[in-house]
């Protein structure tokens, strides 16, 4: 008999790619799996997993705002009609398992898994777990992670190194340079950089990039630079008069594959999925862990890299001063390069799609 699986999480790429790649490996395994996402209303999930081919259903659920107290008042309300509607939709679809990859609808659909004896698993994805999970953790069969040393978050006995599902088709780089070439109308004899500030784009790289665009063109490097939806206009007026064939301007990366084949040297924040990507890509990077996460999880992610000479780390702080001094060093720098690629190529973990699509399964026995 066909399995019923139910996903939950997302807000951010970090958990919908991962979530949509589980997704896929179970219908891979078996074709007739029938899958139920629930995300968070108003969240990016509610349009990127609808995309993907699969139904979501929607909570209305947001998360502790830090910044405004005030905000919080409604936040109990709110996490009890979560609870409620998260209850309603597993009588509904009965579901023989349930998978939690983090972001705000994975608590209450996941509390309410446990109390209704729904078996499920966690996807932690970074190097440094969130409340949330930890709490979740209790009564998950299985906690799914993506570095080592997790057992100071979660019962050792539940943890399985899987690392972080990724998009196949965003690694696929083989023989594709002068496609990326053309694609992104470059010289294939040129350095290239390519600049990733994540989903949303980052204001620090940006920065980072404006100020050293003259360095950048006397040192005749290219740079694809992907600036976010939110930055895109404002860039594009202050480049106004200052435009350069070297310098390719991208609101968002269609072709992730095109972008990771045509660079040389991978500057990004430190976003979990990103980082599972550049380990199987296999070429040097300079992370910039963003400041604004919970925990500064990204700064922990980076440096579990740091700490195997896999990458190199700038702080956001500093970034503006010197990361693209350290890039335009770093690119020319061939055995430094060489040695940072085949480091980070050692922490690839590959098939974690799979591997967590058959565990899966096996709880839904």
Partial sequence: MAKRVIISGGGTGGHIFPAIAIANALKKIDPQTEILFVGANGRMEMEKVPAAGYKIIGLDISGFQRASLLKNVFLPFKVLKSVLKARAIIKDFKPDAAVGVGGYASGPLLYAASQMNIPYLIQEQNSYAGITNKWLAKNAKLICVAFEGMEKFFPKAKILLTGNPIRKESIAIENKGPEAAEHFGISVDKKTILVIGGSLGSGTLNKSVLGALDKIIAADVQVIWQTGKYYFQSINEQLKGKEHA???????????????????LIISRAGAGTIAELCVIKKPVILVPSPNVAEDHQTKNAMALVEKNAALLVTDASAERELMDIALLLINNKEKCKELANQIGKMELPHSDEIIAKEVFKLAK
């Fill in 246 to 264: 070297n310098i390719k301007v991208l609101e968002f990366l269609n072709r992730m594959d095109l972008a990771y084949a045509a660079s040389d």
